[in-house]
């Protein structure tokens, strides 16, 4: 079993504005009292600062969707970890499919931003997960591992410090979901993994992602290796988004 309080993360994405990031701030920090869980919202950089002012005070964290591998310099449209640190960011996530799909970003350029964040204070996300393909082809923990084994050996003993977050391809923003027990399975995978590599991997957090809602919350967050969610659609109401994070008690 894990050591550490669960954690929900909306991830919204490219999507917001200033009126729609105001009411739905606003509505998820009006519904976080006495939460058990760790709650943070990954935003669209140019709303950061908005949305460090709207959660100000309260328990809601702040998280970017990407982060630069290099420190600073001559990369035209890249934020680096520092500057997101200047916004009060906890959570850079990392290697999202659709950015390793859309973005040619390979195992080890999402090691690297691993690296980078965690240089700066800033806990990565790394996101890892097969595509249909893969996994029809039984390649699913063979996949999962690689994309952590570049984290792994690119953090060394940091890699404690990361957060994980296992997101089948085939589940992202489909309503088609992995089982609880089909999480679980390759969770545990991850979790062996990092236990080979660190003494601390029980203070790793897990997440799954794909398609959670309010609905199908409670039984993923139940099985042991799930230690929360990273958010995508759902996370964009109020009212689901609170839903879901009731159920990770
Ligand atoms: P989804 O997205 O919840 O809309 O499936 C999850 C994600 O891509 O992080």
Redesign the pocket.
């Known amino acids: 079993m894990t050591t550490h309080k669960k954690l929900i993360a909306g ?1 919204w ?1 490219m999507n917001g504005g200033i009126a729609a990031n105001d009411a739905l701030v606003r509505a998820v920090v009006a519904g976080l009292q006495d939460t058990a869980c760790t709650v943070a919202v990954c935003v669209p950089a140019p709303y950061l600062a908005q949305v460090q002012m709207l959660r100000h005070g309260s328990p809601l964290e702040l998280g970017a969707q990407d982060v630069s591998s290099h420190e600073q310099g001559a990369f035209t449209g890249e934020v680096s970890a520092a500057m997101l640190k200047d916004f009060g960011v906890r959570y850079a ?1 990392v290697g ?3 950015r390793r799909q859309y973005h040619g970003e390979t195992d080890q350029l999402v090691a690297d931003k691993a690296r980078a964040a965690l240089a700066h204070g800033i806990t990565p996300i790394v ?1 890892v997960g097969e595509t249909l393909a893969e996994r029809e082809a039984g390649h699913t923990e063979e996949v999962v591992k690689r994309q952590l084994a570049a984290a792994i050996h690119t953090n060394g003993h940091c890699i404690s410090e990361i957060v994980v ?1 296992y ?1 089948p391809v085939w ?5 088609r ?1 992995a089982t609880p027990e089909q999480a679980q399975q390759v969770h545990a995978v991850l979790r062996a993994q990092l236990r080979a590599a660190t003494e601390h991997a029980e203070r790793v957090v897990i997440l799954y ?5 309010a609905a199908n919350a409670a039984s993923l967050l139940a099985q042991p290796d799930i230690d929360g ?7 964009l109401k109020a009212a689901d988004f609170l839903q879901i994070i009731a159920a990770a008690r």
């Open positions: 991830n994405k996530i999202h499919s659709e996101c977050a997101e589940a992202i923003g489909t309503g979901t992602g794909g398609s959670m809602n969610g990273l958010i995508g659609g759902a996370s």
